[in-house]
């Protein structure tokens, strides 16, 4: 089945910009996937980009797709309190089915 | 606004008791999804349906069991609840044809001690 890493945690001053990399193993995965998910809440999707894209910009968010490498990054510019929360990597595998990193949990220092 | 609706924020409940977790959406989604989260772990795989009175294990199924019996509601069953069961457990829905412009939906989710 398909594995997905993420590192643990993220630290980042407000202001500047982050950035989440996320591996997977699956090629064939078409649809990858950012959540967010603020403290006591359930998950809530950021954004995601199809795989025959390198690149996919919405507002702050630019989400990087490195296909050959299986490397996906979400990068926050501006980064705010708001915004402090984990983030969740998921790639779609067979049967529309998503499979869940471990998360990043970005603290944003004031 | 759409929504998926779990039935209790909060649970404590003792070992080998019968735990239903209770969820509800209205979107008219064919598909539903029961996660465990637990830290480090990320969201595991319990079961999964995509559609009414069927089910499927997804990753972690034992000690667990599902109930369909309408397309809205996906109840998650623990049979004898024992204190590895603590957790915070997350429903999802999705739709046949909108899963991969729309990914899922989630509840809030419902974190249960089991003591």
């Known amino acids: 089945g398909e594995d997905v890493e993420q590192s643990l945690f993220l630290s980042v001053r407000e202001g500047d910009s982050s950035v989440i990399n996320c591996t997977y193993t699956?090629?064939?995965?078409?649809?990858l996937y950012w959540y967010k998910q603020e403290p006591g809440a359930g998950l809530q999707l950021l954004t995601y980009i199809f795989s025959n894209m390198d690149m996919k910009q919405d507002q702050r968010l630019t989400v990087l797709l490195n296909k050959k490498d299986k490397h996906l990054s979400l990068r926050i510019a501006d980064t705010q309190t708001g915004d402090s929360a984990i983030y969740f990597c998921a790639p779609i595998v067979a049967g529309n089915k998503l499979t869940f990193g471990g998360g990043t949990r970005v603290l944003v220092k004031p | 606004d759409v929504k998926v609706t779990q039935s209790s924020r909060y649970l404590v409940k003792r070992t080998g008791e019968k735990v239903f977790l209770e969820c509800v959406q209205d979107?008219?989604?064919?598909?539903m999804f029961w996660y465990r989260q637990d830290p480090g772990l990320g969201l595991r795989l319990i079961y999964f349906s995509y559609d009414v009175k069927m089910k499927e294990k997804g990753d972690i199924p034992e000690g667990y069991s599902v109930s369909r019996e309408k397309k809205e509601r996906f109840s998650l069953i623990l049979e004898s609840a024992s204190t590895n069961q603590t957790s915070m457990y997350l429903c999802?829905?999705?739709?046949?044809?909108?899963?991969?412009?729309?990914?899922?939906?989630f509840g809030s989710g419902t974190r249960l001690t089991v003591v």
């Open positions: 979107m008219d989604h064919e598909n």
């Open positions: 999802a829905s999705s739709s046949r044809t909108g899963t991969v412009h729309y990914g899922y939906t």
């Open positions: 699956d090629s064939s995965s078409t649809y």
